[in-house]
């Protein structure tokens, strides 16, 4: 079992800030089915999607995140920087390097340069 998909929160002026952010990830927009069109917009980077979903009044929640396993760290972090974001650097876990940067709606994106491993068992 794959997790496939997140669902996000943005103001309407976000969405486009947001697609530019994910884009410099390695995402890139992807249009969603029909029925969802006037409610949210898609960004896909190798089957794993970040839904975009409109709203009013977003909820962007202080603590919680979304990770991402990034396919060359120190570029994507240099990308980040040249773009005007300031990834936060943490502790390495499981090895990997590992940073923190809030999207442009304000949602806390971990950024990895490689997925997490299960503990011994």
């Known amino acids: 079992m794959t997790l496939r998909h997140v669902t996000i929160e943005v103001r309407d002026a976000d969405v486009g800030a947001c697609v530019d952010f994910y884009g410099l990830l390695g995402f890139r927009r ?16 190798d089957g794993m ?3 975009l ?3 009013d009044e977003p909820v962007v929640p202080p ?7 990034v396919d060359d760290y120190e570029a994507t ?6 773009a005007g974001f300031e990834p936060d650097a943490r502790r390495e876990h499981w090895g990997s390097p590992r940073a923190f940067v809030r ?10 340069a490689w997925p997490p491993t299960a503990p011994a068992a």
């Open 103 to 112: 999207n442009p709606a304000g949602h806390r994106v971990e950024l990895m």
């Open 63 to 69: 603590q919680a995140h979304h990770a991402v396993v």
């Open 30 to 45: 992807v249009e969603p089915p029909a029925s969802l069109a006037d409610t949210a917009t898609w960004v896909e980077r």
């Open 53 to 55: 979903l409109r709203a």
């Open 49 to 51: 999607q970040v839904h």
């Open 77 to 82: 972090i240099d990308a980040l920087r040249a």
